[in-house]
């Protein structure tokens, strides 16, 4: 059996971190889409006569499908029937649909015209391309997750998450940084996008190349391993009925509707309370992601070699908190605080899910962690649907300052709503944590056992 385990392809460190590479640039370019609209808010709103609503309401349709069709569960359970390369093309393909829907509402080559369902038809037809991307790249997160743990279980699996995390964020990095430039080198708003459409062809053929590595992979370990991990749909009982499984959950979903959402609107915030000018507005919020690019690594590596992974959660909830506070309140409107308190959410971002994550295979078996993971995605999708269209609603109806030309928004209502969530993370944390101590899931353990 030792010697079986020895001829297995990840035990070679350039094979499983070569792996992971391939797998991360896939989620880089996906990230970069996420992201790639929140810095043209004020260009949507100048040029297309999108209200904060009608920003609001597209980027709640990341969530649409994942949430009302339950579209991510059944990406976790075909995940664990059919293993990560099947899934994998699908999400990327998934991907790639609807990003050039959204492209072509966005550019103006479908005519549009009038409402649809209630909303503007150029809205609408954007929401559901940004609605089938959040399919895709949902499932493409947690068919990464179910990689790396396929890869890295008894090796430094909390830092190669933090390393895949860190290489994703590059792409909201990219997003934030270079999409209003570049919107105005091309004199065209919908040129980022069509950028996006190219990177997401580059990582559909990047996961192409994981497939060869991946079959390589069960070749050498000799057995089939995802017939080996059997899935019945009768374990998501299993899954549900397990409270750290609820905490971890419940964390996720109030911690990342404290951060994306607020990405979102981070651009928006810059120019309206910090006078930035909007050109140069989304490179402080890009600060937040380059942060992740050491820090996610680095605090993983903490776990694998320290442990302390609910403590670690702990203190990145009390940091949330404290940025929202201080983004909320009338004080020091100046660029460079906002780019410290930036930095600040930065570190805070990179300390809870790089604990978070590689906490769940402590919690939930292997053969059933896609689906858990898909249960926690879904969970988080209905922040990151309800939240953002909340913030665009607020800032309609109880925020807007008028004034002739670009809208203006007081931003302390948000603010404040965000700092609830980090609020509500924290009190998750604690519980989290007293679980631990009560149930022995050695989340406070190093990942890596000397032996």
């Not at 309370?273 to 680095?298: C, H, Q």
């Not at 906490?359 to 879904?378: C, D, N």
């Amino acid at each position: 059996m030792v010697e079986k385990i020895r001829q297995t392809l990840r035990d070679s460190k350039i094979a499983r971190w070569t792996a992971l590479a391939v797998v991360a640039f896939t989620m880089l370019c996906g990230y970069f889409l996420t992201d790639v609209m929140a810095p043209l808010k004020p260009m949507l709103e100048e040029q297309l006569l999108w209200s904060s609503t009608d920003y609001g309401i597209f980027t709640s349709a990341y969530g649409w499908f994942n949430v009302f069709l339950l579209m991510l569960i059944f990406g976790g359970i075909i995940l664990d029937k059919i293993g990560v390369r099947l899934t994998g093309l699908g999400a990327c393909s998934l991907m790639l649909i609807g990003c050039a829907i959204k492209y072509g509402a966005v550019s103006g080559y479908l005519p549009l015209e009038g409402e649809l369902l209630g909303m503007k038809a150029q809205v609408a037809i954007a929401a559901l391309g940004y609605a089938i991307f959040g399919v895709g790249v949902e499932i493409a997160g947690i068919t990464v997750s179910k990689i790396i743990v396929k890869w890295f279980k008894g090796y430094e699996m909390a830092l190669a998450m933090g390393l895949e995390m860190a290489t994703a964020r590059l792409g909201t990095m990219l997003a934030m940084s270079v999409t209003v430039p570049f919107a105005n080198m091309c004199n065209s708003i919908s040129a980022p996008i069509f950028l996006c459409l190219i990177m997401l062809c580059i990582g559909l053929i990047a996961f192409i190349v994981y497939t060869v590595m991946d079959k390589k992979l069960e070749a050498s370990a000799g057995n089939d391993e995802e017939e080996e991990e059997s899935f019945h749909v009768k374990d998501i009982w299993l899954i549900i009925a397990n409270k750290g499984f609820w905490l971890i959950a419940l964390l996720c979903v109030l911690f990342y509707s404290a951060v994306f959402p607020f990405l979102k609107y981070a651009t928006d915030l810059m120019v309206n309370k910090y006078a930035v000018d909007p050109e140069l507005a989304g490179i402080i919020p890009s600060l937040l992601p380059l942060g992740t690019l050491f820090l996610t690594p680095f605090f993983g590596n903490l776990y694998d070699h320290k442990g302390k992974g609910a403590t670690i959660m702990l203190i990145g909830a009390l940091m949330l908190i404290g940025v929202h506070v201080l983004f909320a309140l009338p004080l020091l409107n100046y660029w460079w605080f906002a780019t410290i308190i930036m930095i600040v959410l930065g570190i805070a971002f990179s300390l809870v899910p790089s604990a978070m994550w590689p906490s769940v295979p402590k919690i939930i078996p292997e053969k059933q962690l896609g689906t858990a993971y898909a249960l926690i995605f879904w969970v988080q999708n209905w922040g990151l649907m309800g939240v953002p269209a909340l913030i665009g609603w607020v800032l309609d109806r109880y925020c807007k300052l008028g004034g002739e030309g670009q809208p203006a928004y007081d931003y302390t209502i948000p603010m404040a709503i965000f700092a609830c969530f980090g609020i509500l993370a924290l009190l998750i944390a604690l519980m989290l944590k007293a679980e631990d101590k009560k149930k022995g899931y050695g989340l406070e353990l190093p990942n890596i056992q000397k032996k």
